[in-house]
């Protein structure tokens, strides 16, 4: 019998798939139950549950059909991603329509006004460190009349962690595509501590920058001339094997990538500024993290604009708003707001401190790694928060909305299966499951930094707007 | 009841400790059955366990008094070690006594003429490498009229992989342990494929050294008088976060040592150098083997001697014999033939070509690390054989025969507890429970080399004799 309520008949045996308590009575009269962990699709809301009916894989139906055929396009796409560092350019070179007083910032768009903290200190950092203001106040000035403009990195192919603020005089990795031969562009990644993308200005972080123009950017786009492009697809999938998950933890990438290019440094580069170029890898650990996030754009960025997809092509937080792109629904944002994570925080800080969610790192959890591949990382738990069993147990749920696994990213603590690839936002919506993200946590006010780190959940309200465009775009609507 | 036959009694429950066809009839005849996973200690063998319950820890007793103290003093000393680089010279200026026509070589002492195919292959191309013969023909007549001297690594602080072949003009690192001041050494490591180690000695092998004593030597001596020494300690635990386990997995050890030298090699040597340095240790995954290897001899030295301690403080191979050293007894082997690892051989070989069992390094399993950390190493089973949970399962059983786990190595997979660490040789002999070395598996004639890697187990009797020499140290002796 199926348990949904309290009458039992002699010799009964029931499987219970209400609510956890109608099993009571009838374990009481003694008759055997069990229990599934079975919940009402798209959580019992009538709509979204007929309108996921409509968008199920079915070679047989127009809808069902086609969308199971544009996903599959769309995964292959992403799999078939051969990401590797080419060159690195000033932004204003490489990125197409970043000139002028523009600022690119993570997430989706949002004006000045309502930015959060640490936008608003790296975008005064930014104006600080373009000569656009001379003071902090003087930089307030100009952005409150809004003379600078703002678009979000997305747009441009870019992504940037935490503020990811991306002014046109930054050098920016340039990461093409082998497959699919597009490109994509993230800053280099200044390390811990005080830095612009967590919201920080002071004289070391703009110095640190400067130095990044006079020096580390020409250092590697000359070791990338000499010694040819680097292959960011083997390094991820070897630090994957090596307790890296590719956002929060990189030391394995990043001591990889200087392995690799440390011959050609060795002989392109004069002796003062090898040193200073390896110095600065030996003292952060997170260097790969904005290849990482470049590789991963670049590959979704090659399964974008499938008609009729499900497949999620970014995840993304400017501090306000998390939003989401569907493969099938273009350059659409579905916004929802986000939270703050939950997380581990540095002495002397808590929740209450803590901006919400940011960045455009979300980007390696929607390729699959980051959060899906904590699996590979048990040791991020004391970044992050939780425990090892619960980094394995966040990448077997990830497996539970997303397609396919990748192969090229073998998991050694799951019997080298693949990660957990392609989130279809049909399935986070028919689930409930909401896609895992390691993230740092960011001081709500502009000009502190970082203090912490934790795990955040995409807000779900996201993925249903984006299911409904879906639906639309095939022309189905259901009366609520 | 405890059941050791057939006779059952109503409402009877029955633990079963004997064999487990004793439980078949009990629950025949319907009695529940508890079985318990126990043997009697020493495998059933009366004298050992007799001697065993003498030397059993008991702080009221005179002999089980003294070897609790003289144990905890050793594990003390072995968790306390701190060893690091300090330099790289020829092996006769470091080495004590290692002069003339004398070679060093792995496992406990042997004679030429019981030398198995791959220390003999490592011992003619020793001999062509220093230059006392022309040709192997005329190495192999030098070695079969004994003009040369022959003494294990181990008796002079050293240690080598495989074959363990040290002669005077090698390079060899030098590792000093800060907490207790004492020093030790291994050669560098060559890499993999057509290598001393593995027995071979065509003209690319000798190269390869002759390359080491004119260039990789001096380089790394200048870059550690340059910069100072490396923190080997560090490295390691680090590198058990990044899949290493120390012995047959070096890549995340290796990319770090790299990463930590890099900046002080670009600021030292010449570019010329500089490149060919950095290209060796970006071709070869296992450089820091060698390394891990000395830092783990530092760290046992510092244990050894202490008056009655049944602490292991070496297990090595010589491709005949396993032999293993207790800190109690000195520089005493205790040997017993050694078997072929179960392992994975590369294609076109199987288990008919493997040599026995080879090489000082299981050092990295007395030590602690190696076998007894394969959990941080899931990867490993790839190039050893088994599944990732064999790899935390093997992990699990070593802690039922160490005295301690390792708090600075920490294992994320079972929730940062450290490595086993300190065998307890009582413990081994009581259990039957041999301790697991990851391994390199040579072929069985000189000159072929490595043919793949695998899994060995010490063999107990080495325990057993130890533990008898132990309790007649202490004046103890039982009729048999």
Request: include cysteine; aromatic fraction near 6%; proline fraction near 6%.
């Amino acid at each position: 019998m199926i348990a949904g309520g309290g009458l039992v008949h002699d010799g009964v045996r029931a499987v219970n798939i209400g609510l956890a308590g109608f099993a009571d009575p009838i374990r009481a009269a003694g008759a055997p139950v069990v229990a599934l962990d079975w919940r009402p699709p798209a959580a019992g809301d009538r709509e979204l549950g007929l309108l996921l009916a409509w968008l199920e894989d079915d070679p047989g139906d127009r809808v069902g059909g086609a969308i199971a055929a544009a996903n599959g396009r769309a995964v292959e796409r992403i799999l078939a991603a051969q990401p590797a560092l080419v060159d690195v350019r000033l932004a204003t070179e490489a990125i197409d329509g970043l000139a002028g007083r523009m600022l690119l910032h993570s997430g989706p768009p949002i004006d000045w006004d309502a930015m959060c903290g640490p936008v608003q200190g790296a975008a005064i950092g930014a104006c600080l460190f373009e000569g656009w203001a001379e003071t902090p106040a003087e930089a307030r000035k100009l952005l409150d009349a809004g003379k600078i403009a703002f678009e979000p990195c997305h747009d441009h192919g870019a992504v940037g962690p935490m503020a990811g603020v991306v002014s046109p005089s930054m050098p920016v990795a340039v990461v093409e595509n082998g497959a699919a031969g597009n490109r994509s562009f993230a800053t280099l990644n200044e390390g811990l501590g005080k830095v612009l993308r967590f919201g920080a200005y002071e004289d070391a972080v703009l110095e640190r920058l400067r130095w990044f123009v006079s020096t580390l950017g020409p250092a590697l786009s000359t070791v990338l001339r000499a010694g040819g492009p680097i292959d960011l697809k083997a390094i991820t999938a070897q630090a994957l094997q090596m307790g890296d998950e590719g956002h929060n933890r990189n030391v394995a990438a990043t001591a990889l990538f200087t392995r690799t290019i440390a011959p050609t440094v060795a002989t392109s580069l004069t002796s003062a500024v090898q040193a200073e170029v390896f110095t600065f890898l030996r003292g952060n650990d997170h260097f790969f993290l904005n290849l990482s996030m470049a590789a991963c754009k670049a590959g979704l960025d090659a399964a974008a604009g499938i008609d009729g997809s499900t497949v999620v092509t970014a995840m993304s937080r400017n501090g306000v708003d998390f939003g989401i792109r569907l493969s099938g629904t273009g350059s659409t944002w579905f916004t929802a707001p986000v939270g703050v994570p939950d997380g581990l925080y540095f002495p002397g800080y808590g929740p209450e401190d803590a901006n919400p969610d940011l960045g455009d790192s979300a980007i390696t959890e929607t390729f699959g790694i980051g959060g899906f591949a904590m699996a590979a990382a048990p040791a991020i738990v004391r970044f992050v928060g939780g425990t090892p069993a619960d980094a394995i147990g966040f990448t077997r749920l990830m497996e539970r909305i997303t397609l396919a696994r990748n192969s090229a990213y073998g998991l050694p603590s799951l019997g080298f299966s693949g990660t957990p690839t392609g989130i279809d936002a049909r399935r986070v919506v028919e689930t409930g499951v909401a896609p895992v993200i390691n993230t740092g946590i960011a001081h709500r006010q502009a000009g502190v930094g970082q203090i912490g780190a934790g795990i955040a959940r995409a807000p779900l309200a996201c993925f249903e707007l984006a299911v409904r465009a879906v639906a639309r775009g095939y022309g189905i609507g259901v009366a609520a």
